[in-house]
């Protein structure tokens, strides 16, 4: 089994550094994992940060049952919801069925439904930190993001110790 399937807690960056701000995600992963050493949260060992790329999330949450321990997962990710470009929105998966990109994921898998399956038979909690594109390039190869997304990484890694910080709060408690 996957060593990450022992965590509490997976922060997944998806997206293709390869078209533009569909990067998005991987940017901040990267970020995260470069603050490691200075943020004891994300130094963690409940808490796993991966780069799922544009399949792997498929194939990570497929992994999940009632004997993982996985109590939250924290996905970034660039979507189009119609707000201004570089604008961050924090979804639940009852949201995810309004955005195009998981209704049909790169596996023809709708991931809103295995999200909300995840979320509502397992109890995790799933929070998707979404970012508005502004140019989504593919097919062209683009490894630049947008001025406007490139400024939203900051609040976005922010937003997820955020979740990070909640979650530990929540464990201490009970």
Do not use: W
Not at 64 to 86: C, H, M, Q, R, W
Not at 122 to 127: E, G, L
Not at 138 to 155: N, Q
């Amino acid at each position: 089994m996957p060593n990450y399937l022992n965590k509490e807690v997976l922060v997944l960056g998806c997206g293709n550094i390869l078209f533009g701000d569909d990067g998005f995600g991987y940017t901040v992963i990267n970020e995260l994992n470069k603050m490691k050493e200075k943020n004891p949260i994300l130094n963690s060992n409940k808490i796993e940060i991966i780069d799922a790329g544009t399949g792997a999330s498929h194939f990570i949450l497929s992994l999940i049952d009632e004997n993982t321990p996985i109590k939250k997962i924290v996905i970034i990710d660039a979507i189009e919801y119609g707000l201004k470009a570089g604008e961050l929105i924090k979804l639940r998966p009852k949201d995810l069925p309004n955005i195009e990109k998981y209704q049909v994921d790169a596996h023809d898998m709708p991931l809103a439904g295995m999200l909300n399956e995840l979320n509502e038979k397992y109890k995790i909690d799933i929070v998707v930190i979404g970012c508005q594109i502004k140019n989504m390039t593919a097919p062209d190869i683009c490894l630049e993001l947008s001025k406007e997304v490139k400024e939203a990484v900051k609040k976005a890694i922010n937003m997820v110790l955020e979740e990070l910080a909640n979650y530990n709060t929540h464990i201490h408690i009970h």
